[in-house]
């Protein structure tokens, strides 16, 4: 009975100490591509707006030692009208993939790595409101086509293949989910603050994220989630958004 007892243990002990030994890399922006899109409130007297904002975004890598970190410059122009609302714009994305896996002693070590990323952005939501502060948009949807470029995305494309590495070498992404969010006015004049959460996913073949080396350990990526606070004083706004990532956004409205 001992040793039927044992040797499942110590398989699976076997099977976490040799997932050490693996290494996942994935696009730079992939479950991070996400960005809140605010727009004007149904009783806003301008109905159309521009919104121009700087963001710094940290993320894990699928290893969850690895770390990125950039800059973002989203470009949004956002229309509200009867009880719908759209918005569409653009960013660009420059940052950097610290490595803190790899060891020295691994032919593959590096210090870091420069990503950068174009793309474009799309969202919409059906809303009503019950009195003149509050917008409930409680059903909408975002969208994100993403495409990544600098030395990290070469780097996936140069180890796929080797033993002990799973990579995911797509540089472009297309993200998309549904949300669900509640915009009010504050007790201030040209207040306005949010809440909205987000669930989707990024399309596409996912199957690197699964370790088939041995059964104990996984790296399949779970349904992307984040959630996001939104304040706008006047024409000035600030966005807190948040999932297996941390994005801080500045702007101004136009």
């Known amino acids: 009975m001992k040793i039927k007892f044992y040797l499942p243990a110590t398989a699976l002990l076997l099977g976490l100490l040799s997932s050490c030994s693996d290494h996942v890399y994935g696009p730079a922006l992939h479950h991070s591509d996400i960005s809140y899109m605010p727009k004007p409130m149904s009783m806003d007297s301008a109905k159309s707006a521009t919104y121009i904002s700087g963001a710094l975004v940290r993320d894990f890598a699928n290893n969850l030692n690895d770390q990125l970190t950039s800059g973002q410059l989203n470009v949004i122009h956002a229309n509200t009208f009867q009880n719908f609302n759209l918005a569409y714009g653009a960013f660009t994305s420059l940052g950097g993939y610290k490595n803190y896996d790899l060891q020295t002693n691994n032919v593959n070590y590096f210090n870091s790595k420069f990503f ?139």
């Open 116 to 254: 950068g990323a174009v793309g474009g952005r799309l969202s919409g939501n059906f809303f009503f409101n019950s009195d003149s502060r509050t917008d409930f948009r409680i059903i909408g949807f975002e969208a994100v086509y993403s495409h990544e470029f600098g030395d990290y995305a070469q780097f996936r494309k140069a180890i796929t293949g080797q033993p002990d590495f799973y990579t995911d070498t797509r540089t472009e992404l297309f993200t998309g989910g549904l949300t669900s969010e509640i915009v009010f006015h504050g007790r201030r004049p040209n207040t306005q603050m949010g809440f909205r959460v987000f669930v989707g996913e990024t399309f596409g073949n996912d199957n690197i994220y699964n370790n088939t080396k041995n059964n104990y350990i996984t790296y399949k990526a779970p349904t992307y989630v984040s959630f996001a606070y939104f304040v706008q004083l006047k024409q000035y706004f600030a966005v807190i958004e948040g999932g297996t990532y941390v994005q801080f956004r500045v702007g101004v409205k136009f």
